[in-house]
């Protein structure tokens, strides 16, 4: 069954540091991987994903993840955080491309300091 | 991109009563899936409805702790029935749709559920 890992449950960084948030995945064949963002009280909105091809991802609002197939891992970064980019997190993985039954990961609280 | 609304937002029940959620998608989608986010946990699929048939369940979920109803292609209903402080959670619907980069999945904003 496929796993998704995200170390870090909480993270505070100060406005303008960059940021790396941590994603390792579990699953035996190509993973075709997620990263959601989670506002307070909303819902959840796709940043980015990853199905096959170059493996450094662009996302919305300036964030990127690389796909590191030898370390199972789809790290989402941003080279300059913003106040509103205070939220929670989500790295998920599907089976396959047309699925959307997605396998997610606790998720990471992102707190930035002004 | 598909806009999906959920009622109620949330709402506080008493235990052994039961609290029906409704998911309503501004198009025709073929698959929608309800899932669970516990306090402090990730987001766990529970279920997915077709259209015209019996929804699929994942394991540790059961048809009649969690009925579905999905009458036609914009709409479905998820009910937790007999409901214990356990079941308090975040309820999510998702559905496919044509996103800016692609296919993707959409989600509701959640309907926040406390079992006193």
């Known amino acids: 069954a496929q796993s998704v890992t995200q170390p870090d449950i909480h993270i505070t960084v100060s406005e303008g540091a960059s940021l790396e948030l941590r994603c390792n995945y579990s699953?035996?064949?190509?993973?075709?991987l997620f990263w959601y963002v989670q506002s307070p009280g909303q819902g959840l909105q796709l940043l980015l994903k990853?199905?096959?091809?170059?493996?450094l991802v662009q996302g919305i609002k300036g964030f990127e993840a690389e796909f590191k197939r030898s370390q199972s891992s789809f790290n989402l970064r941003k080279p300059s955080v913003h106040w509103s980019d205070a939220a929670e997190y989500f790295c998920?993985?599907?089976?396959?491309?047309?699925?959307?039954?997605?396998?997610f990961g606790k998720g990471t609280k992102l707190s930035v300091i002004p | 991109s598909a806009v999906i609304s959920q009622k109620p937002s949330r709402d506080i029940c008493q235990r052994g009563t039961s609290l029906t959620i409704q998911c309503q998608v501004d198009?025709?989608?073929?698959?929608m899936f309800w899932y669970r986010q516990q306090p402090g946990q990730s987001l766990t699929l529970i279920a997915t409805?077709?259209?015209?048939?019996?929804?699929?369940?994942e394991s540790g979920f059961v048809i009649d702790k969690f009925p579905i109803s999905r009458p036609n292609l914009t709409f479905s209903t998820l009910t937790v029935s007999n409901l214990s402080p356990e079941d308090s959670s975040i309820y999510l619907c998702?559905?496919?749709?044509?996103?800016?980069?692609?296919?993707?999945?959409?989600f509701g904003q959640g309907t926040r559920l406390t079992v006193v």
């Open positions: 998702s559905v496919q749709g044509s996103g800016t980069g692609g296919t993707e999945a959409f």
């Open positions: 699953y035996g064949a190509t993973p075709y």
């Open positions: 990853y199905f096959s091809g170059d493996t």
């Open positions: 998920a993985v599907a089976p396959w491309a047309g699925s959307y039954q997605l396998t």
């Open positions: 198009s025709q989608v073929t698959m």
């Open positions: 409805a077709n259209q015209g048939s019996e929804a699929t369940y």
